[in-house]
């Protein structure tokens, strides 16, 4: 093994450190799964799904990026250029898609608020009866409309995140891509993508299992306002850099 070097072996723990670190501290790498989670009522088990799909694509992209940079000898402030402006389409992607959520979720909302209707009885009696569209039959349908317009939700925040780049990867990949050790190049990869696809599901998975212990019946109703807005932050840090 002459190519697992000391360099690629503390090359290779910092892309752990840094896969870790990198998931954990952007939160735009969990906190939109869990939002949409609870907004759309995905179980445990689908959410993590979505997850690992959406992590894979946005390791994916930026593996595909380095791998051809390396296959044409492209400059590392080439790749990192393309990175950043990636990240920048992404920020917006996601920015986008959640100020989007959060319309269509007002207006249904609004929609849904209690209004009353006049009733009139045999003896002539008027009253005015308020009720909304919250009540076990509307909820059915509610229901209905979530599971029908779930996959489209599901392709757009993949597609946001294969968009958006892993960019402390790329300079990790060019050192051993600048010794010609493609095992090396590999390792670092490999290590790399499985962390940070890791991270995203244990974030993820930890923070739907402490949302299940907060029982607020009162502010379920406005799941899919809160999932709007937290995805546009989300997207709005990237935007600053955060």
């Known amino acids: 093994m002459d190519w697992l070097t000391p360099e ?36 445990i088990k689908k959410t993590l799904a979505i997850t690992a799909g959406c992590g894979l ?20 402030s080439t790749m990192t250029g393309i990175e950043s402006w990636r990240g920048d389409l992404a920020a917006w992607g996601l ?9 269509i979720s007002l207006k249904r909302l609004a929609r849904n608020q209690q209004h009353s209707h006049p009733h009139v009885h045999a003896d002539g009696t008027v009253h005015q009866h308020a009720h909304d569209h ?22 757009a925040i993949f597609i946001v995140f294969v968009l ?37 599901l244990a974030a993820v998975a930890l923070s739907l299992v402490g949302l299940k212990q907060v029982r607020l019946p009162a502010i379920q109703r406005y799941s899919g306002v809160m999932a ?13 850099g955060l």
């Open 8 to 43: 690629i072996a503390a090359l290779s723990a910092t892309a752990v450190t840094i896969a870790f670190a990198h998931t954990l501290l952007g939160p735009d790498h969990y906190l939109p799964f869990v939002a949409l989670s609870k907004s759309r009522g995905w179980t």
């Open 57 to 76: 694509g946005h390791a994916a992209g930026s593996v595909a990026l380095g791998f051809i940079g390396i296959a044409l000898g492209t400059a590392l």
């Open 95 to 103: 920015t986008a898609f959640g100020v989007v959520y959060l319309a």
């Open 134 to 155: 919250h009540g076990a039959h509307v909820h059915a349908h509610e229901e209905a409309h979530k599971d029908n317009k779930g996959s489209s939700v599901s392709w």
């Open 164 to 200: 958006g780049p892993c960019e402390a990867l790329i300079p990790l990949l060019m050192v051993p891509a600048s010794q010609s050790n493609m095992a090396g190049v590999w390792l670092v990869t490999g290590l790399f993508v499985t962390v940070t696809l890791a991270t995203m």
């Open 228 to 240: 709007g807005a937290a995805i546009s932050c989300c997207g709005l840090a990237m935007l600053a």
